[in-house]
């Protein structure tokens, strides 16, 4: 008689492996951050706004409500409002100085992401932005 057979392993779908960001990557991020940043800050525009709403978006979908990311979220809202109520983008220096204090913690928190999350949130960033018509 033969033996019987041994049971087949199913597949099963695999995790994605967790691949952390190499350092000419995290660069990239962390610059057009502070780029971004600096726009905003030197050359106040909507679109300078928006570039930096947008990253303060993709980054709090891969580090969830850290103090930096809530922080810049309080400086934009605050422009924000400034611009519905006067009609001009503009900052004063404290919402100046504690944007680029939010970048520069942003910079050390790239250290441990991952390219999966950081790929996975702009995608989410870019799915949303088309859906609402909001120019990248």
């Not at 503009?90 to 504690?98: H, I, L, P």
């Amino acid at each position: 008689m033969s033996k019987p057979k041994p049971r087949r392993k199913k597949g099963r779908p695999g995790r994605m492996p967790t691949i952390p960001l190499m350092s000419t990557t995290r660069d990239e991020q962390s610059m057009t951050v502070y780029a971004e940043v600096e726009t905003l800050c030197g050359a106040p525009s909507i679109e300078a706004y928006n570039a930096v709403v947008l990253r303060i978006t993709t980054l709090n979908r891969v580090f969830g409500n850290a103090d930096c990311i809530v922080a810049a979220h309080g400086v934009t809202t605050a422009v924000l409002k400034r611009f519905e109520r006067t009609g001009g983008i503009g900052m004063t220096g404290d919402e100046m100085k504690a944007l680029r204090m939010a970048a520069g913690q942003m910079d050390v928190m790239l250290a441990g992401a991952t390219v999966n999350s950081l790929a996975a949130s702009e995608l989410k960033t870019a799915r949303w932005c088309k859906l609402h018509g909001v120019a990248l």
